[in-house]
């Protein structure tokens, strides 16, 4: 049996309450703004939105070509 992954919320709520007593709204601002990013990549990653290493190294190389 599967469980639906966490909501937003819940991801957040519990990854500020892993820092620190002292953690800033900025450290929470950018460990929101990592965790966000992660999950996108996630998306795309299901989605067929990426490239393996040598699609990247191909592309790469094309632009710095030009």
């Known amino acids: 049996m599967s469980?639906?992954?966490p909501n937003d919320?819940?991801?957040a709520t519990?990854?500020?309450a892993k820092l620190p007593e002292?953690?800033?709204f900025e450290d929470?601002?950018?460990h929101l703004y990592v965790l966000e990013k992660i999950r996108?990549?996630?998306e795309d990653i299901?989605?067929?939105r990426s490239h393996t290493t040598e699609e990247a190294r191909i592309l790469l190389a094309?632009?710095?070509k030009h």
């Open 28 to 30: 929470m601002q950018y």
């Open 9 to 11: 919320k819940t991801l």
């Open 22 to 24: 002292d953690a800033t």
């Open 3 to 5: 469980t639906a992954p």
């Open 14 to 16: 519990e990854m500020i």
């Open 62 to 64: 094309k632009w710095l």
């Open 40 to 42: 996108k990549g996630d």
């Open 46 to 48: 299901r989605a067929g």
